[in-house]
């Protein structure tokens, strides 16, 4: 696609319940990551994707998150057992360098989760 | 642990009005250096892009310097408009890949017609 998708735009989950937040990279792009942004605050890392490969996964919070990649194209990041503190918009970005260091990085519009 | 700061949270200034927006880092160590834009609701949009070897980029209005000895950066925008209103955000990258990105908290711009 042209850019950077992800899906649901919007979810509301009650507390306890498990979300499934999906992302599709830019074709071809190598690699993939998520962010988690909280209101007013800049966007925090979570984890990145090389192909099919998880090579951080540094940022995720708690074990009840949880991010897969296949077949190195698209993400699921999954949240077991969703909290309240949980409620943010979860970002997703791509870029299409197998080594980064600093090729432009493309984001989408984020996956926007609140927890009731 | 990297940190990012960006003064001040918010700016507002009449239209024409040059814009500039600070970004301070802890670790001197970064791959890079990137700007972006956030509108309200939306993702963000890469602006500029410096790397750590470079000391300046330029696109159009817009003009961005590192200096990792400080660890600052510093955003120009030339001749401000109202389209121009939206949060800027620095971030520096970090770790093999170097868009492992550790985010400032914005600054949040209006500018006034």
């Known amino acids: 696609g042209a850019g950077v998708s992800q899906s649901p735009r919007y979810k509301v989950a009650k507390r306890g319940q498990d979300v499934a937040l999906r992302c599709d990279p830019i074709s071809g792009h190598v690699s993939l990551f998520w962010y988690q942004q909280a209101l007013g605050q800049g966007p925090e890392f979570l984890t990145y994707?090389?192909?099919?490969?998880?090579?951080?996964k540094s940022g995720l919070p708690s074990d009840r998150f949880f991010a897969e990649r296949p077949e190195g194209s698209v993400s699921t990041l999954k949240i077991q057992r969703t909290q309240q503190e949980d409620s943010a918009v979860y970002l997703c970005?791509?870029?299409?360098?197998?080594?980064?260091?600093?090729?432009?990085?493309?984001f989408g519009e984020g996956s926007w989760l609140t927890v009731v | 642990k990297q940190e990012v700061t960006q003064i001040p949270a918010a700016l507002s200034v009449p239209e024409g009005e040059n814009l500039v927006l600070n970004c301070s880092f802890t670790d001197s160590a970064i791959y890079n250096l990137q700007w972006f834009r956030q509108d309200p609701g939306k993702g963000l949009t890469s602006l500029l892009l410096i790397q750590s070897s470079q000391r300046e980029q330029t696109s159009g209005r817009l003009n961005a310097s590192l200096d990792k000895s400080s660890g600052r950066s510093t955003l120009y925008i030339a001749a401000s408009q109202p389209g121009d209103s939206a949060t800027y955000l620095c971030a520096g990258g970090l770790g093999a890949a170097g868009n492992k990105l550790t985010f400032g908290g914005g600054t949040r711009v209006l500018v006034k017609p």
């Open positions: 970005a791509s870029s299409d360098t197998r080594v980064m260091h600093g090729n432009t990085i493309y």
């Open positions: 994707f090389q192909n099919e490969a998880q090579l951080d």
